[in-house]
């Protein structure tokens, strides 16, 4: 279970609109954003022709948010 801290929790908070997250390496974005997407997708708030954008600086980085977001949706029962 993920027990976010407080500014975690501030971003885990979000439902729609543009967002941006800056932080120092380690900071447990990835973790974050990952777990957002997966909320943002369990709680119905993805309608079928919308998508969720992360836009990350290396190639690598995209399947462990890939990983992760399923992980998540899998933790919640889908």
């Not at 976010?4 to 543009?18: F, H, M, N, T, V």
């Not at 990952?34 to 022709?49: F, H, N, P, V, W």
């Not at 954008?53 to 948010?65: C, G, H, P």
Request: hydrophobic share 45%.
């Amino acid at each position: 279970m993920f027990n976010p801290r407080p500014k975690q929790a501030d971003i885990l908070s979000y439902e729609s609109g543009w967002m941006g997250v800056a932080a120092v390496p380690g900071s447990g974005k990835t973790h974050t954003l990952s777990y957002l997407a997966a909320l943002l997708i369990t709680k119905g708030l993805i309608c079928e022709d919308q998508e969720i954008l992360i836009v990350t600086l290396v190639n690598s980085a995209v399947e462990n948010f890939s990983n992760r977001i399923s992980q998540f949706i899998r933790q919640a029962g889908l």
